[in-house]
């Protein structure tokens, strides 16, 4: 069974649109993420959940919102997408608590034509 | 702000040989934690071994291991015994332990020639 889960795994979208990447969470974890890796493979935290509660919100752009219904779900809304948006966006999740080792899901591969 | 810090963009191992990947981190925390995923071309985030600070032995698991040296702020990880199944970009991280956020090193890329 699939620990971490991203939908799509692949998108293809023109600028100016807006879409929405999911994920869940099957591990029973309190905390989940949203890292972004560019084109140069460096990955860097967007946000991070803990029980619906948005504890980390690095400068990301306005344009992005995450949401997180329930703590096993945290979904990443972008409005307005642009060129730059282009990157994988990997779904994160963990216990939280001193030991919490964080567990990725596959990623998803966005490309803004 | 804490920073990780892979010097090696890639390398080259024979198979059945060992590999050694460098990471150097900066932070003024005491107590934190560091961590080597790996990124095979799935695209999958794998974790492949973990280190406490606190802790002075060094984390093994398996083929893998790391040498921690936390005055010198240094996080090598061995690979013994390569595989091709190894073959894969390799990112150092660091997480403060009161905090969630990982920070990672840009990643080193792994070849395993047969």
């Known amino acids: 069974d699939t620990a971490v889960s991203q939908t799509p795994k692949y998108l293809v979208t023109q600028m100016g649109n807006d879409k929405s990447i999911k994920c869940e969470q099957n591990l029973g ?3 989940m993420y ?3 890796q560019d084109s140069k493979k460096f990955l860097k935290i967007m946000f991070s959940y803990n029980n619906k509660e948005l504890i980390i919100n690095e400068t990301v752009p306005n344009r992005f919102s995450p949401k997180s219904p329930d703590k096993a779900h945290l979904n990443l809304h972008i409005n307005s997408l642009e060129l730059g948006d282009s990157a994988v966006y990997f779904c994160a999740s963990s216990r939280r608590g001193a030991t919490d080792t964080q567990y990725f899901g596959p990623g998803t591969r966005l490309t803004v034509l | 702000a804490q920073t990780v810090t892979q010097s090696q963009p890639e390398m080259s191992v024979q198979e059945a040989e060992t590999v050694t990947l460098s990471c150097t981190y900066d932070t003024s925390e005491s107590d934190y934690y560091l961590f ?4 095979p071309p799935s ?3 794998i974790l492949v071994i973990r280190q406490e600070a606190y802790k002075q032995q060094n984390a093994t698991e398996n083929r893998f291991s790391v040498n921690f040296q936390k005055a010198a702020k240094s996080f090598s990880l061995k690979i013994s015994d390569s595989q091709l199944g190894d073959a894969a970009m390799y990112f150092c991280a660091y997480r403060k332990a009161a905090g969630n956020k990982l920070t990672f090193g840009g990643g080193t890329r792994v070849l395993v020639k047969p």
């Open chain 2, 36 to 39: 080597w995923y790996k990124q």
């Open chain 1, 29 to 31: 974890h309190d905390t």
């Open chain 1, 34 to 36: 949203w890292y972004k």
């Open chain 2, 43 to 45: 695209r999958q985030m």
